[in-house]
C-alpha cells in the first residue's frame, strides 16, 4: 500500500524557517516525480513545488521562488520542503504528493495527510 | 499563466440526481491526443483523492458513478446518481503547463 506521511509543521514568525518532510513507502520511491501542494485555511488547492526522480529538475510556484527549496532522498524515500523567509500568507496545510505514473507528466495519485504550517508573531 | 475556471462554486442536488460540475481552461490542455485534466474530491478534514486523470480515466478504487469528459478546454465530472458520502469540494487541475494549475473548486451538498 502507498504510503506518504508528513511532518514537520509548527509555528514559526515571520521570516523564520522550516523543514518539512515525507516519508514515501509501500512503492519504488525513485521511481517517481513528486510534489508539494498547499492549502491556506478554508481556501482551495495550490501546487507549490516539483522535483523530479533523480532531483535533477525542479518547478516553482512564483509565490515561492527563493525561498522554498524541493529535495529528496532515494535512499531513505524522503521528501523534503526547505521554506525560508516565511510570510504570514505561506499559512496552510502542506501535501505532499506522488504522481500517479513514472512519467514525465501526471497527476496527484497519492497525498500525504498534510501538515499545518502556521507563520505568526 | 494557465487559469483553470470551475463552475459552479457550489450546488445543493439531491440524493440519486445526476450532478455534474464544469472545468474551463483558459489554454488548450490537449496534446499528442492526451488531455492532461485532473478532477479530485476533498472530503472535510481529509486530502484530495485522485478520481479522474487524463479527463476520463477513473483512478483506481474509484466508483463508475464518477466520470469525466471533455477535450481542449472544456471539462465535465459527472455523477450519475449522488451518494450522501459524496458530498465534498471537487477540483479541477492541469498537469501540462508550469505552474501547474487547480480550479477554484465547487462545493457539492445534498439538497
Known amino acids: 500500500e502507498v504510503q506518504l506521511v508528513d511532518s514537520g509543521g509548527g509555528l514559526v514568525q515571520p521570516g523564520g524557517s522550516l523543514r518539512l518532510s515525507c516519508a514515501g513507502s509501500g512503492f519504488t520511491f525513485s521511481n517517481y516525480w513528486m510534489s508539494w501542494v498547499r492549502q491556506a485555511p478554508g481556501k482551495g488547492l495550490e501546487w507549490v513545488a516539483n522535483?523530479?526522480?533523480?532531483?535533477?529538475?525542479?518547478y516553482y510556484a512564483d509565490s515561492v521562488k527563493g525561498r522554498f527549496t524541493i529535495s529528496r532522498d532515494n535512499a531513505k524515500n524522503s521528501l523534503s520542503l526547505q521554506m525560508n523567509s516565511l510570510r504570514a500568507e505561506d499559512t496552510a496545510v502542506y501535501y505532499c504528493a506522488r504522481w500517479v505514473a513514472a512519467s514525465a507528466a501526471a497527476a496527484l495519485g497519492y497525498w500525504g495527510q498534510g501538515t499545518l504550517v502556521t507563520v505568526s508573531s | 499563466d494557465m487559469v483553470l475556471t470551475q463552475s459552479p462554486d457550489s450546488l445543493a442536488v439531491s440524493l440519486g440526481e445526476r450532478t455534474t460540475i464544469n472545468c474551463k481552461s483558459s489554454q488548450s490542455v490537449l496534446y499528442n491526443n492526451n488531455n492532461y485534466l485532473a478532477w479530485y474530491q476533498q472530503k472535510p478534514g481529509q486530502p484530495p483523492k485522485l478520481l479522474i486523470y487524463w479527463a476520463s480515466t477513473r483512478a483506481s478504487g474509484v466508483p463508475d458513478r464518477f466520470s469525466g469528459s471533455g477535450s481542449g478546454t472544456d471539462f465535465t465530472l459527472t455523477i450519475s446518481s449522488l451518494q450522501a458520502e459524496d458530498v465534498a469540494v471537487y477540483y479541477c487541475?492541469?498537469?501540462?503547463?508550469?505552474?501547474?494549475?487547480f480550479g477554484q473548486g465547487t462545493k457539492l451538498e445534498i439538497k
Open positions: 487541475q492541469e498537469y501540462y503547463y508550469t505552474p501547474r494549475s
Open positions: 522535483i523530479d526522480q533523480h532531483a535533477r529538475q525542479t
